[in-house]
C-alpha cells in the first residue's frame, strides 16, 4: 500500500510539473485540489442545500442577483473582447493554433483571458445557489449541475497545460454567449413587468445548442489534421460537445417542442 502511495504520489508531482510555468503561481492554479474542494462543496450545497430551505421561505435577492448578472454580462464581454483581438493579433488560425508557451506579451495576455474564462466559471457557481436561495429548484437539474461543475475541471486543465491555442475557440464562443445569457437573467430579475419583453429564451437555447455544434465541427476538424496541438485535449471537447448536445437538445425538446405539442392538442 505504502508503494502504491509512493508512485501515485511520485506520478501526481511529475504531472503537475509538465504544466505551463506561466501560471503556476495564479491564483487556484498551482495545484488542482482548491478546485476540486469548490467542486465538492459546490456539489454538498445542490445535495443539502434545499433540504435546509425547506424551513425557510424564499429569500428575496433581487438587491443581488441584478448587480451580479450585470456584472458578468460585463466580464463576459471583456473576454470575448480579449479572445478576439488577442487572436486576430497573434494571428491565431482557426483551423490549427499551436500553443505559445513564450512570455511574449501576447502569448501571457492570452493565457491570462484563458484563466479569467476558468474562474469566471467558479464565480458561475453562484447561479446554483441563487436558486437554491429563491427555492427554484426545479432550475437545478442534472444538465446544470453537469455543466457548471465540469467547466471547472475542463478548464483547470485547460489553463494549467493549454493555455492558449486551439483552446481560445471554446472559450471566444461561449463568453460570446454570456453576454446574451446573462443580459437575459439580468433583465429577468428586475421584475416581471419585462416578461413580454423576454419572448426569446427559447433563441438563446437554440443560440447554446449552436455554440456546441460549433465546437464540435471545430474540434472534431482537428482531428482529421495534423495539428500541433494535444490531441488529447481536442477529443475532450469533442466527446464534451457531444454530451453537452444531446442534455442541451433534451432540454429544448422537452421545454419547447413538447409542451407547444401538448399546447396544440388542448386547443383542439
Known sequence: MEGLITNFTA?????????????E???????????LVICILYLVAVTAGPKVMNGFRPLKIKWILIPYNFALVGLSGYMFYEF?????????????????????PLAVRMASVCWWFFFSK???????????????????????????????VNWWLGVKYIAGGQSFF????????????YTYYALAAIGPHLQPYLWW???LTRLQLLQFMA?????????????????????AVFAYAVSLIILFGNFYYQTYT????????KEF
Not at 11 to 23: F, S
Not at 142 to 147: C, N, P, R
Not at 217 to 226: F, K, Q
Open 11 to 23: 506520478i501526481y508531482q511529475e504531472q503537475l510539473a509538465k504544466g505551463d510555468p506561466r501560471v
Open 25 to 35: 503561481n495564479w491564483l487556484l492554479m498551482k495545484s488542482p485540489v482548491p478546485s
Open 84 to 104: 478576439l483581438v488577442t487572436s486576430i493579433l497573434s494571428n491565431y488560425s482557426y483551423y490549427c493554433q499551436p500553443v505559445d508557451y513564450s512570455t511574449s
Open 122 to 152: 467558479v464565480i458561475e457557481l453562484m447561479d446554483t445557489v441563487f436558486f437554491i436561495c429563491r427555492k427554484k429548484n426545479e432550475q437545478v437539474t442534472f444538465l446544470h449541475v453537469y455543466h457548471h461543475c465540469s467547466m471547472i
Open 170 to 181: 471554446p472559450g471566444m464562443l461561449n463568453s460570446f454567449v454570456h453576454v446574451i445569457m
Open 201 to 203: 429564451k427559447r433563441y
Open 215 to 235: 465546437f464540435l465541427v471545430h474540434s472534431g476538424y482537428n482531428l482529421t489534421i495534423d495539428c500541433d496541438f494535444p490531441r488529447g485535449y481536442t477529443i
Open 258 to 265: 413538447l409542451k407547444t405539442r401538448e399546447k396544440k392538442k
